[in-house]
């Protein structure tokens, strides 16, 4: 087998992110010697962190260290970061070195300007990718994306779709209960995950006395810097009878609280970064796998339209009613009043379309 190496800059700080590194690399392995090098963060004083904010002045992290591990890769797939001169730098001596080592990044998020750097604190390592992004194509062969762009920052593109391990992702149980409905939504809680507009649908459906009969329950389960304002929310219209909050869970724990509930929430806030496209969100996949039906305040990119088990709702700050949620919920069970079916009818759709198998082709197909 040959040889090559996926690279990321401390990605498994992130349960997510961690996960998704895991399924990439079982999958590369199928048909090369892949090695994973953690390209980590180098110490540095106060006063070189000040200087380091400075446009030509670079983020501390040690290339050195993972070049020197590599021995003659066919390839390397990298997970993107900042660009300033010493990535740029990293990558023209990778080439130097290695002229026959394909380079390919991925582009997890784009556009990604509004994301990452809209924030004033994050101003000087915009102005640094602003700089330095543009020279990329000079040695980066491809890049990956999750969107419909043929080039980006003048490399060319493989794109492809978000994806998972369907089949390591434990599927829903237990039944529709009589009267009630839940919905989950697992996140590390930021500003464009945009829960308020539940909550505040919640509100208005309470106070108007529920009328469809259903009893409505948000379970929130993680942290983030957002979770204490949903919480005075909550406090604030006396919710706390139908909005349960949860630490960051995982495994058995976390299955065990999705097989309680209905429907899974994505993201609700996307407007808030500027973004109105198709969201590629890697939670979404792990929710089709799972066999739940999707609310979203914003469209899916693997998600036809007329999907029959997601339901979209604009991509501002408008109030999700809750009586909408409720109506959906119903049209669901007209269609299939078993839940484990409902599950698998789902979970086949993610198969076929999010499976790390499928994603990873274009890819496979390009490095072979």
């Known amino acids: ?30 048909f090369y010697d892949m090695e994973e090098i953690e390209i980590k963060a180098m110490k540095r004083s106060l006063v070189q962190r000040v200087l380091g904010l400075f446009p030509t002045a670079s983020i501390a992290w040690d290339y050195e260290g993972a070049l020197a591990m590599m021995d003659h890769p066919a390839f390397v797939y990298v ?20 002229p026959d080592c394909k380079i390919i990044i991925e582009i997890f998020t784009y556009p990604y300007d509004w994301a990452d750097f809209a924030k004033w604190n994050a101003w000087p390592f915009y102005i640094k990718e602003r700089l330095y992004r543009l020279r990329l194509k000079q040695y980066v062969d491809r890049f990956v994306t999750y969107t419909d762009d043929k080039e980006i920052f003048g490399v060319p593109t493989i794109c492809t779709y978000n994806g998972v391990n369907v089949e390591s992702v434990p599927i829903v149980s237990g039944k529709f209960a009589e009267g009630q409905i839940h919905l989950i939504g697992v996140a590390f809680m930021q500003r464009q995950h945009g829960y308020e507009r539940i909550i505040e649908g919640l509100r208005q459906y309470y106070d108007t006395g529920s009328e469809s009969g259903y009893r409505v329950c948000l379970h929130l389960v993680g942290e983030g810097p957002e979770r204490p304002r949903y919480q005075r929310l909550v406090h604030k219209y006396g919710l706390e009878a139908y909005v349960h909050f949860y630490p960051t869970i995982q495994g058995a724990e976390l ?6 509930c209905d429907m899974a929430l994505m993201a609700f806030g996307m407007y808030k970064v500027h973004f109105y496209g198709r969201m590629a969100a890697l939670k979404s996949r792990e929710c089709l796998a799972k066999g739940m039906p999707l609310l979203s305040g914003c469209a899916i990119d693997v998600l036809p339209e007329d999907y029959p088990y997601a339901r979209m709702f604009p991509n501002d700050d408008s109030v999700v009613k809750t009586k909408d949620i409720v109506d959906f919920y119903r049209e669901i069970k007209r269609m299939e009043s078993d839940k484990g079916r409902l599950a ?12 790390m198998e499928t994603v990873m082709k274009p890819i496979i197909e390009y490095i072979s």
Do not use: C, N, P
């Not at 698998?344 to 499976?355: D, G, Y």
């Open 1 to 30: 087998m040959k040889k090559a190496y996926y690279l990321h800059f401390q990605g498994r700080q992130s349960i997510g992110v961690s996960k998704k590194i895991d399924m990439q690399i079982e999958e590369f392995r199928k």
């Open 79 to 98: 997970r993107r970061a900042v660009a300033d001169r010493a990535y740029v730098g990293f990558w023209k001596r990778m080439k130097e070195k290695y």
């Open 255 to 260: 299955d065990r609280l999705y097989d309680q």
């Open 344 to 355: 698998e009818t789902i979970r086949q759709f993610a198969r076929e379309h999010v499976s």
